[in-house]
Nanobody, 123 residues
Framework: QVQVEESGGGLVQPGGSLRLSCAAS????????IGWFRQAPGKEREGVSC????????WYADSVKGRFTISKDKTKNRVYLEVTTLKPEDTAVYSC????????????????WGQGTQVTVSS
């Protein structure tokens, strides 16, 4: 069964960090693009960061450049999103998705979605 599962979310103070993990099963991350998306209450889902298949090209939303880092661990078949210098406006449900091969964060490219992990940034 092809699926992805997120973990690593939580409650963190402003300025804090987390490492979100996207575990893939039923397919190999090296052959598919993986994207991280987030949706805050009352807002539309937005692409945060995406990584391409074989060449691991990356894309970041302007709002997270310099603070978030996406990476791929082929041995563990996982994709990570290191989120640092967190701000209250980063509060959202973060979901990973798999599909296509390019690092585009166009959600239409992605066919397999996880349930999401909650990230809450609050003092």
């Amino acid at each position: 069964q092809v699926q992805v599962e997120e973990s690593g979310g939580g409650l963190v103070q402003p300025g804090g960090s987390l490492r979100l993990s996207c575990a893939a099963s039923g397919f190999t991350v090296d052959y598919h693009a993986i994207g991280w998306f987030r949706q805050a209450p009352g807002k539309e889902r937005e692409g945060v960061s995406c990584i391409g298949s074989s060449d691991s090209s990356t894309w970041y939303a302007d709002s997270v450049k310099g603070r978030f880092t996406i990476s791929k661990d082929k041995t563990k078949n996982r994709v990570y999103l290191e989120v640092t210098t967190l701000k209250p406006e980063d509060t959202a449900v973060y979901s990973c998705a798999a599909g296509g091969t390019t690092e585009s964060c166009n959600s239409a490219q992605y066919a397999v979605w996880g349930q999401g992990t909650q990230v809450t940034v609050s003092s």
